[in-house]
């Protein structure tokens, strides 16, 4: 069977590209699971065993494998996340049910050979029962094994390999550990220090609260690339604005494949206010850091995830923000420029809600954002999209900051 009809790349390989210029042959992942398969069938076998790796139970029949897809908890957002890899000694076609008691097939089913270059599964290939309760998977095997994930796997290996790249393509950028997650990952912060005695403040930019939310993940490495960049803009913004990044806050969930939450099964963007986890802490420590000194004050958080459409969440126009009306501004400037993604914007007074952007506004009067991204959106066009939003933004954030520095000098 032929399979991918459309490719692409991981964001590794693509800023790989960027920063060397040239094609590298070499995979830039080797994730090879050792160890026990969780089961077999045939002579095929089902392996968990790597970062976000998640089956919850496997059993097998005549016809192929039984999946059964649980949550870590319940209640919870309904993001039935699932990951395994099949190796197999021939070629030949597997058929795979999975089950999701109580939630329905929400993620198609991703498949990568070497964890770089992913294709969906043809939609043929999926047949999806009436409760959509159960999904049939069936899956074409070479002796090459093969993952199938419900979205593209970006784990520690990604980030640490982003995170390399970055701080040799952008040698002013830091990296420190803000601290650890509660099973001791490191939570790794980059930041990017203004250089003017005029400073403007400090952006900063969160991601990954909630594991699955791959394609938020996609959009902020676009989002921080493009600031980070060799623009005129954004190297007019870096010396009046610094940035601070956090790209991933739950590694535990991540590597865990959780559909929500971190490992003390608490939603960390449900505790921004209470502050019972580590993770959250560490980021309420490093905003009263930021705003501690004066100069380099909050002055726009953005939180990336994912969900069923493109939208921003915000605050709504009849509160004061800083920067004033920052919200609607940014809004409009990204439906401009484009590119078209249907880019909704809601407004919300639910400021009690303990998520970042509430907690966030609250606590700092900054405007606070939450940037979601369609979970099944183009990945070259969420990042197109996201180039186009960090660019919008800074222009925003200079034209006002050129204001200020005029009326200072005009008062
Ligand atoms: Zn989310």
Redesign the pocket.
Known sequence: MKMPETRYSAIVLTLALIVTGCASTTPLLTSSPDGEALCSWQDVQLYINFDAGRVDQCDVGDEGFHLTILPEATPINPSPWYAFQLRSDSHQTVRLSLSYPGFKHRYPANISHDREHWSRLPRENIHINQDGDEAVLTIPLTRDPVYVSAQELVTKTDYQQWIEMSLGAFPFLTTTSLGNSVLGTEIIKLESPATTQNRQGTIMLVGR??PP?VS?AFSFFAFAEELLGSSLLARRFRKSFSVVMVPVLNPDGVRAGNWRLNANGKDL?RDWGPFTEPETQLMRDELVRINDGGRDELALFLDF???FKNVIYTQTDDVQTRPHNFATRWHNAMINAGPDIGLLRQGSHNTDRPTSKAYVYKTYGTAAITV?MHENENRKTIREFSRMAAREMMKILLADNAKTTENQIGG
């Open positions: 609260q909630h939310e938020g963007n995830h994912s969900t979601e």
